[in-house]
């Protein structure tokens, strides 16, 4: 889990971020993006009900992409705020596909 510094948690954060950021997408997952002026980058993922009925699904994916996050936070640019979108093809991929594919969504987002 993502420590409290590294969350993004107000609704006037992810307001911002989805009215002025940038995105990049994957069929997989994407990311939105904006710049934040703060010493740490903050993340937020969002798992819809569009992607499983079921939370136990949702909320594995969660935690998979949240252990990705935190394990990678030095390799991760700061200043930014990020919100993490899934698909469903999200539930079909295993925990090192996953982890590459939002590499490279970062990578292409130049936020790596």
């Known amino acids: ?24 997408f994957d069929s997989a997952c994407g990311v939105r993006f904006d710049k934040n002026n703060k010493k740490n980058s903050r993340f937020a993922i969002v798992v819809g009900t569009k992607v499983h009925k079921s939370a136990v699904k949702r909320n594995k994916i969660r935690r998979q ?28 991929l295993d925990y090192d596909e996953k982890q590459t594919r939002l590499f490279k969504v970062f990578k292409k987002a130049g936020l790596l």
């Open 65 to 92: 992409y949240s252990e990705i996050l935190r394990l990678s936070l030095e390799m991760i640019k700061p200043g930014f705020d990020v919100i993490l979108l899934t698909s469903k093809a999200a539930l079909e």
């Open 1 to 24: 889990m993502l420590s409290q510094e590294y969350r993004l948690r107000r609704d006037k954060d992810f307001q911002r971020v989805f009215s002025k950021g940038k995105s990049v």
